[in-house]
């Protein structure tokens, strides 16, 4: 009798499931029924902004709907992200999504979402930074840029994406290492650095090169030095940090993600839509022309990789906070 009573439960969960597929299959099918949300944490004009919205063409191909790049700058990022976690959990609103602003906003302050709020789709560029200058500048290496910080402590100023960002926690990382003091001037994203520099508004630009490299060939700007292991293909002529003899290694990686909570089925097509998109031979050659580093992560590395990096950052903060 209860082998029998046993069986017909199993059966029961099993039929229920099945139910379940069922009527998922055709939500999938018709997923998405309307234009996608894309919101870009950044102002227009910046390299996570560029890289969004080369991607969105792509990706609209793959999911059979346009998907609409929404700028929300600010915070460093927060203002957003938090819009994007508050969304509903349907696929329909996503975000560029970038490191470490992603999980070092959390850690330096009271924030508005976690990276358990996010559910990661792909990871798409890394880009490594840069410390980039005027062309007219007096600096020609970094070791010029010691020289004189050490004999006027915080007169020279440099720009970056905000507190926090993979820009300010290398500039940090290069001030420890040579043993001076710089100024910092934080603005919303990549745009208003490349101004400030262009305009002379300020010395040096912490930023990535992959958002500098076209002012590097049209002689608008100057780069002292990449933060990669090696140098980066698009810039061979370029030395890294190492090279001069400071071992600064950072990147912004830059990616997608979701609401927590979205359906497996839909992350999973987002997935393979941004995997698609990232292998058309027609987006790899406008990613060469745009310098994106490109860098697959599906969604179960990516998140792996975002939470690696909490714990990393988390130990950083304590031994040094970098909030000012």
Known sequence: M?????????LGVL?????????????????PERPITLIVAF?????TDVAARTLARFMEKHVGQSIVVLNRGGAGGEIGWSEMVRSAPDGYTIAFINTPNIVSIPIERQARYKLEDFAPVANVVDDPGAFLVAPDSPFRTLRDLVSYAKGK??????GTTGIGSDDHLAALAFER???IRLTHVPFAGAGPVRNAIIGRQIAVASMNIGEGITD?????????????ETRWAESQDTPTFREQGFDVI???MRGLAAPAGIPGAVLARLAEAAKAAMEDPEFRHIASQQALPLRFLGPEEYGATLVALRGQLTELWKAHPWKE
């Open 216 to 228: 590097m060939r049209q002689n608008q700007l100057r780069c002292l030095g990449q933060m990669a």
């Open 15 to 31: 039929a229920a499931s099945a139910a379940g597929i069922a009527t998922a299959r055709p939500a999938l099918a018709a997923w």
């Open 250 to 252: 950072q990147s912004s």
């Open 177 to 179: 290492q040579a043993g």
């Open 2 to 10: 209860t082998k029998i009573k046993m069986t017909r439960r199993r």
């Open 43 to 47: 102002p227009a004009g910046g390299g």
């Open 153 to 158: 402590p915080e007169e020279v100023t440099y």
